[in-house]
Structure formats: structure tokens, C-alpha cells
């Protein structure tokens, strides 16, 4: 092993596979990255906004926690060896992309029997993103209404390299 290698090998993440590390760290994402007051910020604004019909925004410790490592960071699709399910999705960590979907997000929650708040959207501009309490996330588009997974992490993974997410059913 040379030097470039073990440098890689210190700061290259095993919490994600390789592509997704990548484009996450080529988004400037960095293991332990935390950006609090950033994410208190989005908090504030969430929790000012009533939409005309009056909902209102829930925040909760697995939303903040997300935005602040993950806040602000538009990371690319995966273009890695293999073939997708669907095609791959940048992602864009931004509640406020979510801003005026307070309905949308109190109709999910109550589906779901949790709450809900916005995360971002995909690059495209396509889906809406959301998480709920527990930490799991969804996604909101012209077609229906997905499950990306329990974690940010797991829907990170699914949208950037083109994992096909779960459409959630209604009725």
C-alpha cells in the first residue's frame, strides 16, 4: 500500500458504499460533519410558516439532526458499474424546498400515523422529500407518494444510485 492508498483508506467512509461516498463528499459532505445552527435556523422558519389553510410544520430531534449533517448539500447521482432499477436522482438537502407543502406533509403524517417534515427534494425538482420521526424517509412526486427507506443514510443510498423505492398505497 503506497501513501495515496492509505490516505484514501483513513478517510474514505464505510458507512456508505463507494459511490455514494463519493458524490457525497463530492457535494463537500465529511464524516462528522454538523452544522446546528444552520439547522435550527430551518427549524425556526418551518415552525414560523401557516399555510392559508392553517398547518403548520413538525419539527423533531430526526429532522434537525438530519439537516445538520446533510443541510445544504446538493449531492449528484451515482454513475457507477451496474444497472440501476430506476434511473439514479441527485438530491438537494433543503427543508425549504418544502416550505409551502405543509398540507402535503400533515396529509402524509397522518397516513403514516406520524409526523412528518421536509428534508429537500431531488435535483430535478420532480419529488419533494420528507422524514418522519423515527428517522424513515419518504418521497412526494407526481406519481405517488415512496418510501426511500429507514434512514437518511439507506435513502440517500436509494435515490443516488437508481434503488427502486417502495410506492406506498392508499386506502
Known amino acids: 500500500m503506497n501513501a495515496s492508498d492509505a490516505l484514501n483508506a483513513r478517510t474514505t467512509s464505510t458507512r456508505f458504499p463507494v459511490g455514494v461516498d463519493a458524490a457525497l463528499r463530492s457535494a463537500g459532505w465529511q464524516p462528522g460533519q454538523w452544522d446546528i445552527r444552520q439547522a435550527e435556523i430551518w427549524a425556526d422558519t418551518l415552525r414560523a410558516h401557516v399555510s392559508p389553510g392553517g398547518h403548520r410544520h413538525s419539527v423533531f430531534p430526526a429532522a434537525v439532526e438530519a439537516w445538520a449533517e446533510f443541510g445544504g448539500l446538493t449531492v449528484p447521482a451515482v454513475s457507477a458499474p451496474g444497472r440501476p432499477q430506476v434511473a439514479p436522482s441527485g438530491v438537494l438537502i433543503d427543508p425549504l424546498r418544502g416550505l409551502h407543502l405543509a398540507r402535503t406533509w400533515s396529509d402524509l403524517g397522518s397516513a ?3 409526523e412528518v417534515a421536509p428534508l429537500g427534494a431531488e435535483s430535478t425538482g420532480q419529488g419533494h422529500l420528507a422524514i418522519d ?34 410506492r406506498l398505497l392508499s386506502g
Not at 138 to 160: K, M
Open 112 to 114: 403514516l400515523d406520524t
Open 133 to 166: 420521526a423515527l428517522g424513515r424517509v419518504y418521497c412526494v412526486d407526481h406519481t405517488g407518494d415512496y418510501y426511500l427507506g429507514p434512514t437518511i443514510d439507506a435513502a440517500l443510498c436509494t435515490l443516488t444510485a437508481g434503488v427502486r423505492p417502495h
